[in-house]
């Protein structure tokens, strides 16, 4: 079947715009999970979604990020007013539940703030 | 809380050596531990994971970890390399009481030379 798919792959902003990253988890998947990515770096926790609940959005680094999986499966990621510390690869992954379940990786969006 | 070290950025080897990315963790709580790789322009794949049991884990492509917990290690090995498993590969920490948030160490280039 198919993986987890993102789109889109590359998105270039101007500072000051707002942008919406979306992913397509694998279906039946009930735990969803953001991460950004800078460059060099590993990936780090945003926000973990169980089904159409947010259940922790820690890692969210400020009010201008938003998450939402209204009916349990796709789901946005909403960066309001980007800023150019914002630029990083977004990274989506899904698993079937719990910590110890595989997670599959989406191939990422690119985002550029200029 | 809970913190990876991947201790080497880079990693260039010959084809057909052996290697070893090395992995320290430092966690209060038991762990789960993954390895993951990351082509480029790709998301991250699983390659093997330490739940519980036996220390020395198995994966795919060749690769096996072995669990170290008074070293709380997860070092990454692979007897005979090809030039395909030139990319990025990550070390990963959950805690295994039910906090399912990883914690990605910063990655090591594994680069495989003719």
């Known amino acids: 079947g198919a993986g987890v798919s993102q789109s889109p792959r590359y998105k270039v902003a101007k500072r000051g715009q707002d942008v919406a990253l979306r992913c397509d988890p694998i279906s039946g998947h009930v735990s969803l999970f953001w991460y950004q990515q800078a460059l060099g770096q590993g990936p780090e926790f945003l926000t973990y979604f169980q089904n159409e609940a947010q259940l922790d959005k820690s890692g969210l680094p400020s009010d201008r990020f938003f998450a939402e999986r209204p009916e349990g499966s796709v789901s946005t990621l909403k960066i309001q007013r980007t800023q150019q510390e914002d630029s990083a690869v977004y990274l989506c992954a899904s698993s079937l539940d719990r910590a110890q379940e595989t997670q599959y990786f989406g191939p990422g969006t690119r985002l550029l703030v200029l | 809380a809970q913190s990876v070290t991947q201790l080497d950025s880079q990693v260039p080897v010959f084809e057909e050596a052996p290697v070893e990315l090395r992995c320290n963790y430092s966690s209060s709580v038991s762990v789960y531990l993954f390895w993951y790789v990351q082509y480029p322009n790709q998301g991250l794949q699983l390659l093997l994971k330490y739940l519980s049991g036996s220390t020395l884990v198995k994966g795919i492509n060749g690769f096996e970890a072995e669990f170290n917990k008074s070293q709380t290690s997860f070092h990454l090995r692979k007897p005979s390399v090809h030039i395909s498993d030139t990319a990025e590969y990550f070390c990963?920490?959950?805690?295994?009481?039910?906090?399912?948030?990883?914690?990605f160490g910063r990655g090591t280039s594994l680069i495989v030379h003719p």
């Open positions: 990963a920490v959950s805690g295994s009481g039910g906090s399912y948030i990883p914690t």
